[in-house]
């Protein structure tokens, strides 16, 4: 009978977190067919949404402007003007039913030389009929209001058309009154130009903006169309990020992304050349031993074999490059020690000394450096130490060294000094190649000089 473990429970689906604007709009109180039409037709493109961010505010603080400020002003100063007007005539008609009708011209002819543009007096005369309204009239309203406040007599006024002037007739004991004032008298008339002057600024702020937005979204959008090209394999030309802080950033973490692939990549390519090179040669020797029959040396057969197998494992080494390993909290002094016992190096550190690592890839880079060190001079010595932002390991021997004019061919992929190209030393090539590829793929480095012992000093550095 065979037996199978219980299928584990299906994991619920985790939700899509919610747009900020969204919730917004959701704790506004907005239904939901309306948050769907606004998801549907607002602009997708960078450029258009940061306009809306200026031009919305921009459009609702105008508004209550107009309506809180504006209106409310006009409708103030409107409500004065009429009342002035409307005590005015009520004085007027008070005076022409009060005096006799020999000073009635005299009368007249002040008010009209000092409180009106004209002032008419007919005896004869009757109320015209009453005249159409307009269907919002805040003149006709409130100086209509005002006259019948103060007169208390019946009149007619007319304020419709564009004339610069208002009639108002009112009928007293000694005929009717006509009275034609000007209608900058009877109501707040500059208000259109605060209106004229609000839309003037906006335009003007929206012009600015417009050009500033413009400028700020070319660089995201060049980078973009660079990432682009870069991933579709085609060369990017001259390219210099430019723009904010925040998107020269995302620029030099571009370009320096795309040197690690690059060098990832040339890195992968010599690396196979080398394997191809050295396999075929050792098939070569398998096709000459296999030639000479029985008189075939067997035991230098199982060493080519062992020596691919080796060439294999680096390879994959190199090629896998713990890329799926998690960075841990590692005690470095601890794993300084583990690796340096078997070889017999001396080494020092600080107790207790921590950093963020892939552990297993630290160790290996470790490891190829001091295997390197211990195949070239008796005596190896490693040495840690960091400050708050980077943790710096030195691996120093008193070997022959190298040439600073070939240390940094040394980290190429199976790379051999003249002195070492035979293999009866061992080793592939590859140990300083994946030491760099580790130390890169942490955020640092590794790079060699001369050591005090007089040999080489291979130094790593390591973000912490």
Same mark, same amino acid.
């Given at each position: 009978?065979?037996?199978?473990?219980?299928?584990?429970?299906?994991?619920?689906?985790?939700?899509?977190?919610?747009?900020?604007?969204?919730? /917004?709009?959701?704790?506004?109180?907005?239904? &939901?067919?309306?948050?769907?039409?606004?998801?549907?037709?607002?602009?997708?493109?960078?450029?258009?949404?940061?306009?809306?961010?200026?031009?919305?505010?921009?459009?609702?603080?105008? #508004?209550?402007?107009?309506?809180?400020?504006?209106?409310?002003?006009?409708?103030?100063?409107?409500?004065?003007?009429?009342?002035?007007?409307?005590?005015?005539?009520?004085?007027?008609?008070?005076?022409?039913?009060?005096?006799?009708?020999?000073?009635?011209?005299?009368?007249?002819? /002040?008010?009209?030389?000092?409180?009106?543009?004209? /002032?008419?007096?007919?005896?004869?005369?009757?109320?015209?009929?009453?005249? !159409?309204?307009?269907?919002?009239?805040?003149?006709?309203?409130?100086?209509?209001?005002?006259?019948?406040?103060?007169?208390?007599? &019946?009149?007619?006024?007319?304020?419709?058309?564009?004339?610069?002037?208002?009639? *108002?007739?009112?009928?007293?004991?000694?005929?009717?009154?006509?009275?034609?004032?000007?209608?900058? #008298?009877?109501?707040?008339?500059?208000?259109?130009?605060?209106?004229?002057?609000?839309?003037?600024?906006?335009?003007?702020?929206?012009?600015?903006?417009?050009?500033?937005?413009?400028?700020? *979204?070319?660089?995201?959008?060049?980078?973009?169309?660079?990432?682009?090209?870069?991933?579709?394999?085609?060369?990017?030309?001259?390219?210099?990020?430019?723009?904010?802080?925040?998107?020269?950033?995302?620029?030099?973490?571009?370009?320096?992304?795309?040197?690690?692939?690059?060098?990832?990549?040339?890195?992968?390519?010599?690396?196979?050349?080398?394997?191809?090179?050295?396999?075929?040669?050792?098939?070569?020797?398998?096709?000459?031993?296999?030639?000479?029959?029985?008189?075939?040396?067997?035991?230098?057969?199982?060493?080519? /074999?062992?020596?691919?197998?080796?060439?294999?494992?680096?390879?994959?080494?190199?090629?896998?490059?713990?890329?799926?390993?998690?960075?841990?909290?590692?005690?470095?002094?601890?794993?300084?020690?583990?690796?340096?016992?078997?070889?017999?190096?001396?080494?020092?550190?600080?107790?207790?000394?921590?950093?963020?690592?892939?552990?297993?890839?630290?160790?290996?880079?470790?490891?190829?450096?001091?295997?390197?060190?211990?195949?070239?001079?008796?005596?190896?010595? *490693?040495?840690?130490?960091?400050?708050?932002?980077?943790?710096?390991?030195?691996?120093?021997?008193?070997? &022959?060294?190298?040439?600073?004019?070939?240390?940094?061919? *040394?980290?190429?992929?199976?790379?051999?000094?003249?002195?070492?190209?035979?293999?009866?030393?061992?080793?592939?090539?590859?140990?300083?190649?994946?030491?760099?590829?580790?130390?890169?793929?942490?955020?640092?480095?590794?790079?060699?000089?001369?050591?005090?012992?007089?040999?080489?000093?291979?130094?790593?550095?390591? !973000?912490?």
């Amino acid at each position: 009978m065979t037996l199978t473990a219980p299928a584990a429970p299906d994991q619920p689906a985790r939700p899509k977190a919610r747009p900020l604007w969204r919730k /917004v709009l959701r704790w506004l109180g907005f239904p &939901p067919p309306l948050e769907r039409w606004l998801r549907r037709h607002l602009p997708r493109r960078l450029f258009p949404r940061s306009l809306l961010i200026i031009v919305m505010p921009m459009l609702l603080l105008q #508004s209550v402007v107009a309506f809180v400020f504006l209106y409310r002003h006009w409708e103030g100063m409107t409500v004065r003007l009429s009342d002035a007007t409307a005590s005015e005539l009520a004085t007027l008609a008070d005076l022409i039913e009060r005096l006799p009708a020999d000073e009635h011209e005299a009368i007249l002819a /002040v008010a009209s030389d000092r409180l009106f543009h004209e /002032v008419e007096l007919f005896p004869d005369a009757t109320l015209p009929g009453p005249e !159409p309204k307009a269907f919002f009239s805040l003149l006709d309203r409130t100086l209509s209001r005002r006259i019948a406040q103060h007169v208390e007599r &019946p009149f007619w006024i007319d304020t419709i058309g564009s004339s610069r002037f208002v009639e *108002v007739r009112v009928k007293t004991d000694a005929g009717i009154l006509r009275v034609i004032t000007r209608r900058s #008298s009877t109501y707040a008339t500059n208000a259109h130009i605060t209106l004229v002057w609000m839309a003037g600024t906006s335009l003007v702020l929206i012009a600015v903006a417009l050009i500033i937005l413009r400028g700020q *979204v070319r660089p995201i959008q060049e980078l973009a169309a660079v990432a682009e090209r870069f991933g579709r394999g085609r060369t990017i030309g001259e390219f210099r990020p430019h723009g904010a802080l925040e998107v020269r950033q995302a620029g030099w973490a571009f370009l320096e992304m795309r040197a690690r692939i690059e060098r990832q990549m040339d890195q992968r390519t010599a690396m196979l050349a080398g394997v191809s090179h050295d396999l075929r040669t050792m098939l070569t020797r398998f096709r000459l031993e296999l030639a000479l029959g029985e008189e075939a040396d067997h035991k230098a057969m199982n060493s080519d /074999v062992d020596e691919m197998q080796a060439i294999l494992e680096d390879y994959l080494t190199f090629a896998r490059a713990d890329g799926d390993e998690a960075s841990d909290n590692v005690n470095v002094t601890e794993l300084i020690q583990d690796v340096t016992v078997p070889y017999g190096a001396a080494w020092t550190a600080p107790k207790h000394l921590t950093a963020t690592l892939r552990p297993a890839a630290t160790r290996r880079m470790l490891r190829n450096l001091v295997d390197n060190a211990a195949a070239h001079a008796d005596h190896v010595d *490693v040495r840690a130490a960091a400050d708050e932002h980077w943790l710096t390991l030195t691996v120093a021997d008193a070997g &022959p060294g190298i040439a600073p004019v070939a240390r940094e061919a *040394v980290f190429n992929p199976f790379h051999r000094l003249d002195n070492a190209r035979n293999r009866d030393r061992g080793g592939t090539g590859l140990g300083l190649t994946i030491a760099r590829d580790i130390a890169r793929k942490h955020g640092g480095d590794v790079s060699l000089s001369t050591a005090s012992l007089g040999g080489l000093r291979a130094t790593v550095r390591l !973000p912490r």
